[in-house]
């Protein structure tokens, strides 16, 4: 099991950007897959967006589609969200979260946000001001 540290959350303003990152204690191909979720508060957590350390398959929810790139640095074993034109709907804590090669082979999704994630980071708090 790994464990998984997110950082670059903050305050943003409406339209502006942000980074976030995920840093991993071990290698992100040791994972099938690595994924960005959030929940907002009163709200049911979503996923964000979830890229296959394998094959470069990327998955992204229609909300962020066209707005956020997810994206890894294999060498520094860190997956990063980059956060375009933010809203103020995007405001809540983001979670990465690691999907083991097991889960994987053994669900029938079709996209990987539908898997259950096996490890998972503490949370970073993304704040938009409008």
């Known amino acids: 099991q790994a464990q998984l540290v997110e950082s670059g959350g903050g305050l943003v303003q409406s339209g502006g950007s942000l980074r976030l990152s995920c840093k991993l204690s071990g290698s992100v191909n040791d994972y099938y897959a690595i994924g960005w979720f959030r929940q907002a508060p009163g709200k049911e957590r979503e996923g964000v967006s979830s890229m296959s350390t394998s094959d470069g398959r990327r998955d992204y929810a229609d909300s962020v589609k066209g707005r956020f790139t997810i994206s890894s640095d294999v060498a520094e074993h860190k997956v990063y969200l980059d956060m375009n034109n933010v809203k103020p709907e995007d405001a809540a804590v983001y979670y990465c979260?690691?999907?083991?090669?097991?889960?994987?082979?053994?669900?029938?999704?079709?996209?990987?946000?539908?898997?259950?994630?096996?490890?998972w980071g503490q949370g970073t708090q993304v704040t938009v001001s409008s």
């Open positions: 979260a690691a999907l083991t090669y097991i889960t994987y082979f053994n669900g029938r999704h079709l996209d990987l946000l539908q898997y259950e994630y096996d490890d």
